[in-house]
């Protein structure tokens, strides 16, 4: 038997292995990270603007990933294993400082605008703004007693905990590692 009759696999054609590899590296990164951005993922891919859109396009069109979009700013990409709720709590954790504010209502219990303030180092537009945001997706809620007015967790905070120890590594933060193993401790 000579050498060329001997069957080989075919191999899948050079740019065809390029394709794959490149989105299977978007898929990593949307899983290892849920909610991560634009241009998180050209830096670490380290493909093109041009090339990266394409592959998000199509991954997007065969229902591989989600793609979250807020106020047509701000773009999020998720796998379709995160609900449509986890993600946008998701997508708020991501934010360090509304992750601070809701860490520190979760290790406060019950606290004051001004002691949020205090705890973040931002402005009080800055704080208000965020708690806006939070109150509206009904994150925390507001309490007034006499005249003064408190914020406390208004989602269950088991669930809140959950998303924040099941993603805590996507968060990058060391606030939230904290908390999560002070909560784990528990």
């Given at each position: 038997m000579s050498n060329n009759s001997m069957s080989t696999t075919p191999s899948l054609p050079r740019h065809q292995n390029k394709t794959n590899s490149v989105q299977d590296k978007i898929l990593k990164y949307v899983n290892e990270i849920p909610g991560i951005r634009y241009r998180e993922l050209l830096r670490m891919t380290g493909v093109s603007n041009g090339v990266l859109s394409y592959h998000l396009r199509f991954l997007d069109?065969?229902?591989k990933i989600r793609v979250n979009r807020v106020n047509k700013r701000v773009t999020r990409y998720f796998s379709y294993d995160v609900s449509t709720h986890e993600s946008y709590v998701i997508g708020l954790l991501r934010q360090e400082t509304t992750r601070k504010i809701i860490m520190y209502i979760l290790e406060k219990?019950?606290?004051g605008f001004s002691d949020i303030i205090l705890h973040t180092r931002k402005v009080a537009s800055t704080v208000s703004w965020h708690m806006a945001r939070l109150k509206a997706a009904n994150i925390i809620k507001v309490r007034k007693q006499n005249e003064y007015i408190y914020y406390e967790i208004g989602m269950d905070r088991l669930i809140l905990q959950d998303l924040l120890s099941k993603y805590?590594?996507?968060?990058a933060e060391k606030i939230v590692d904290n908390y999560v193993?002070?909560?784990?401790?528990?």
């Open positions: 069109n065969t229902g219990k019950t606290c805590k590594t996507s968060f193993d002070m909560i784990n401790d528990f």
